[in-house]
């Protein structure tokens, strides 16, 4: 799936438009990162990947809050597509110097927030306890996006490079979406249970 495609499918899932600031950094990524690590690359699992960008801490937060926004189920979840290091790669590569200071400075925020009331970090509450957390910031999110401004909210930004960097990458494209090397017939007015029960990768 090529980055139109994604950022159009997370548009959709997401039911809003996705913010200005994103589509431009992933846009921009044009060089191909047979790391995973970059925007461009996708991503793909390595053993041996660490994070240019964000440090340790910050990185296993945003690595288990994309795993509560698109969570394990019948088919993996983000931590397992290695979304973590798409969202690495693309802060690191494609934002401006400004977005990636805000952005840090809002996930550190998040961060201490977290654990002044929860006494413990994110990454140590149980899912449910996570997933609590991450609805109250949703909710907050929303609301200064009704107030506009130059820059999505943190946890804004999270989602949109969470589903992109997911349905860019193997496991997404082929394990939640339905995917061909090479399609078949088009068939351009059939219902979605009739086309396999996924919507198509390509």
Not at 53 to 72: C, G, H, K
Not at 73 to 98: C, L, M, R, S, W
Not at 168 to 181: D, F, H
């Amino acid at each position: 799936m090529d980055r139109r495609d994604a950022i159009k499918k997370t548009a959709f899932l997401m039911g809003v438009a996705v913010s200005a600031s994103t589509i431009t950094a992933v846009m921009s990524g044009c060089k191909t990162d047979p790391s995973g690590g970059g925007a461009s690359g996708g991503v793909t699992a390595t053993g041996d990947w660490k994070p240019s960008f964000f440090n340790n801490d910050q990185i296993n937060t945003i690595a288990d809050i994309a795993d509560r926004i698109i969570p394990e189920t019948d088919t993996p979840g983000a931590k397992a597509a290695n979304v973590h290091q798409f969202i690495d790669g693309t802060f690191k590569d494609n934002y401006e110097p400004d977005v990636q200071k805000a952005m840090k400075a809002a996930l550190d925020g998040f961060m201490a927030d977290v654990k002044k009331e929860h006494g413990k970090s994110f990454t140590a509450l149980s899912p449910e306890e996570q997933d609590k957390v991450l609805t109250g910031i949703e909710a907050e999110a929303m609301e200064e996006l009704k107030k506009g401004g130059n820059l999505p909210p943190f946890f804004t930004a999270m989602k949109e490079l969470t589903c992109i960097g997911f349905f860019r990458s193997e496991i997404g494209a082929t394990q939640t979406l339905q995917y061909s090397a090479v399609p078949g017939d088009y068939l351009g007015c059939i219902s979605l249970e009739e086309a396999g029960g996924k919507t198509w990768a390509t």
